[in-house]
């Protein structure tokens, strides 16, 4: 029995989908599973990573474990450790290994910290940015079409969520083979923020524009959609993506067997979010 928590998330779906295909039995750890229906073979279990009688109910019987970084992940990576879990794949973040200090790297860092110090066999998946941060976009394409962001040019090789639940569920599946890595997992392309609109322009059949805002006023936003220290980190990595000349492209070809999928792919699969 495999536990996937973040069930419901970009990434946490796909591992419950990729696991249940390939027939191992799923249990669908979140606070809200209902927002899905997951199908035969998976069973949903409502809990708070922070409350460890849920941890504990959803831990019974579990040899595999998906974690994904949450409030609460703490206590829940204490009860993982006592449990019968043999071996754990944990969505960390590329932002580990940039020479930029941010606390999305620290906080990631800590974790695959307690992880390496515990008894169980481990593998991390170390994700670049997401597609699914252009969602950040959509309100102001369905409004006025005006994307407003600081750094517009600057470049990153975004993922889809979908190829890293593919990367997760095959080191999960496969823990002999993928026991100890730590592989960095980007999307195909490097694209900036002006290309990505480029492409969602033209997949929504409308025109769109981005406009090039102060840092200052792009820290309100955030600030005003996340936590101060995610806020900062969002922003110090956009700045040391401005910086870099030539993004790197590490995609999870090796691991997935299945070429990775394009922003305009990801773009055509979630255009009704956008329209
Ligand atoms: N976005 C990026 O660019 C990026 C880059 C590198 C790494 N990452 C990593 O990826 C993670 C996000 O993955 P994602 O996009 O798949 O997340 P997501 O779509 O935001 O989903 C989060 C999942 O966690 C569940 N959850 C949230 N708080 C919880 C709690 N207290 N107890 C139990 N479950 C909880 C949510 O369901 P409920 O709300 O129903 O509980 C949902 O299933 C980040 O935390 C970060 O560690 C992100």
Known sequence: MHLVTGATGN???????????????????????????FGPGVEPMAGDMADAAAA?????????VFLVRTPGVEAFWAEVER?????????????????????????????????????????????????????????????????????????????????????????LLDPERHSGSSPEITGPEVLSTRDQVAILSEVLGRPLRVEDVPESVAEAQLRGAMPAPMAESILALMRYGASVPEPSVRTAQAITGRPPRTFAQWAWDHREAFA
């Open 11 to 37: 990434v946490g779906q796909r591992v419950v989908a990729r696991l249940r295909a390939e027939g191992s039995p799923v249990r669908a750890f979140c606070r809200h599973p209902e927002r899905l229906a």
């Open 83 to 171: 449990s019968a879990a043999q071996h754990v794949v944990f969505l960390s973040s590329g932002a580990i290994g940039l020479p930029v200090e941010t606390h999305i790297g620290r906080a990631h860092a800590e974790t695959e910290a307690r992880i390496r110090a515990s008894a169980l066999r481990w593998g991390f998946v170390r994700a670049g940015g997401f597609m699914s941060n252009a969602l950040r976009w959509a309100p102001a394409i369905r409004g006025d079409g005006v994307v407003r962001v600081p750094f517009a040019d600057a470049r990153s090789a975004p993922v889809d969520p979908r190829d890293l639940g593919d990367a997760a569920a095959a080191m």
């Open 56 to 64: 504990r109910a959803a831990l019974l019987g579990v040899d595999g």
